[in-house]
């Protein structure tokens, strides 16, 4: 299980300027809540590099946990066919909400293993 944080200490980071683009592709997330619990949500995926992702995530994760990401490829990118990335990545910040009813933002480093696979469907 992993240990929760008080928003007000944690410090404020700043994210280096990073070579990636900005996407919005469909996506799905899984892995623990804070609790240990299991979860799966459809999401957005915002930005993306070799070395991380960013996206918005209602569902409340712990920093330094595992998620693992199924990223919907664009039909010209995967040649008409329906593939998808999968891959996996640690939690390195959360961006909390203001209140403002926005969704928090995730943002993972990426394992350097990935799969495309077609979709069963």
Partial sequence: MQSRISWESRPVRRRPAERGFKLSLPMTVEGPDPDG????????????????????????????????????LPPKLA???????????????????????ATPQVAIRLEARYIIQADAA
């Fill in 37 to 72: 619990d299991f979860f799966h949500e459809e999401t957005t995926l915002s930005f993306m590099s070799h070395q991380g992702a960013l996206f918005p995530l209602q569902s409340p994760v712990a920093l330094g946990s595992r998620l693992k990401l199924v990223i919907a």
């Fill in 79 to 101: 040649e008409g066919r329906n593939l998808k990335l999968v891959v996996k990545g640690t939690i390195v910040d959360v961006d909390p909400s203001d209140g403002d009813g």
